[in-house]
């Protein structure tokens, strides 16, 4: 009776330690797919801080001197499946003029082209960054859709001009080397104050690789990311990516 228990006891050991040893081997080999699902799944890093690179360092300080070209896609919208059909309606179809809108905001497709209530709420929030960062901003330029334009007024105080080139491919039927040659003379004809930005307020996919002499990757942006562009001897390069407002403002709390 006694050796039977102590096997029992030594064999119930046995099964604990290979449990155990079993689950923390599982732990160490996959400890970084563990991290990911935990930042997937809430939202939020929660095994590191941040850093910025070095490359976003210099950046984000280099265009507070100005003289870049700076486009941002604008801030959140609904998402909408359909949206080209609505954006062509006020980007094309009304008698204000070319490179004029619709003014959506008073029309019946409101909803379906301007900014959702989290995305007025974005776009004021990075005005009031751009503020206390003290970006200086030369001259505003903006698509003629509504989500664009009401990013302009919320986030860089305003719009000086429209432009129905800078409204995103979707509602348009047209080649892509055509499209391609219209946008590198678009940003080329844009005016750049060596003292200040000039800001673009689009879309994602407008800005594309083919537009740079320095892209061979495709390239896309979140809602209030934004590229710094260059201008040199007549051509045009793309030289660094916020992909999200975000990566750009935090470069700026420190603690």
Same mark, same amino acid.
Request: proline fraction near 1%.
């Given at each position: 009776?006694f050796f039977q228990k102590f096997w029992v006891k030594?064999?119930?050991?046995?099964?604990?330690?290979?449990?155990?040893?079993s689950s923390t081997l599982y732990l160490y080999v996959?400890?970084?797919?563990?991290?990911?699902?935990?930042?997937?799944?809430?939202?939020?890093?929660?095994?590191?801080?941040?850093?910025?690179?070095?490359?976003?360092?210099?950046?984000?300080?280099?265009?507070?001197?100005?003289?870049?070209?700076?486009?941002?896609?604008?801030?959140?919208?609904?998402?909408?499946?359909?949206?080209?059909?609505?954006?062509?309606?006020?980007?094309?179809?009304?008698?204000?003029?070319?490179?004029?809108?619709?003014?959506?905001?008073?029309?019946?497709?409101?909803?379906?082209?301007?900014? +959702?209530? $989290?995305?007025? &709420?974005?776009?004021?929030?990075? =005005?009031?960054?751009? @503020?206390?960062?003290?970006?200086?901003?030369? %001259?505003?330029?903006?698509?003629?859709?509504?989500?664009?334009?009401?990013?302009?007024?919320?986030?860089?105080?305003?719009?000086?001009?429209?432009?129905?080139?800078?409204?995103?491919?979707?509602?348009?039927?047209?080649?892509?080397?055509?499209?391609?040659?219209?946008l590198k003379k678009f940003y080329k004809s844009l005016?750049?104050?060596?003292?200040?930005?000039?800001?673009?307020?689009?879309?994602?996919?407008?800005?594309?690789?083919?537009?740079?002499? +320095?892209? $061979?990757?495709? &390239?896309?942006?979140?809602?209030? =990311?934004?590229?710094? @562009?260059?201008?040199?001897?007549?051509?045009? %390069?793309?030289?660094?990516?916020?992909?999200?407002?975000?990566?750009?403002?935090?470069?700026?709390?420190?603690?």
């Open positions: 009776m030594l064999i119930y050991v046995f099964l604990l330690t290979v449990i155990f040893s996959n400890q970084s797919l563990i991290k990911d699902r935990l930042t997937n799944f809430t939202g939020v890093n929660l095994t590191a801080g941040y850093e910025a690179s070095d490359e976003d360092l210099f950046w984000a300080k280099e265009i507070l001197n100005g003289g870049y070209i700076l486009h941002f896609r604008h801030a959140e919208r609904d998402k909408w499946i359909d949206v080209q059909m609505y954006d062509a309606l006020e980007s094309d179809l009304h008698n204000n003029g070319l490179d004029k809108s619709r003014i959506a905001e008073n029309d019946y497709f409101a909803q379906a082209v301007c900014l +959702n209530s $989290r995305g007025k &709420i974005q776009a004021q929030a990075m =005005g009031e960054h751009l @503020i206390q960062i003290g970006l200086p901003i030369s %001259y505003v330029v903006s698509s003629v859709s509504c989500r664009s334009r009401q990013t302009s007024e919320l986030a860089f105080g305003g719009y000086n001009a429209l432009s129905r080139q800078l409204v995103h491919v979707g509602p348009y039927n047209e080649l892509h080397a055509a499209r391609v040659d219209n005016p750049i104050n060596a003292d200040g930005n000039t800001i673009v307020s689009s879309h994602n996919g407008v800005a594309v690789k083919d537009m740079f002499e +320095n892209v $061979r990757h495709s &390239i896309d942006l979140e809602e209030g =990311g934004f590229y710094v @562009i260059s201008r040199r001897n007549g051509k045009l %390069y793309l030289e660094h990516e916020f992909h999200n407002f975000v990566d750009f403002m935090r470069i700026f709390y420190i603690r």
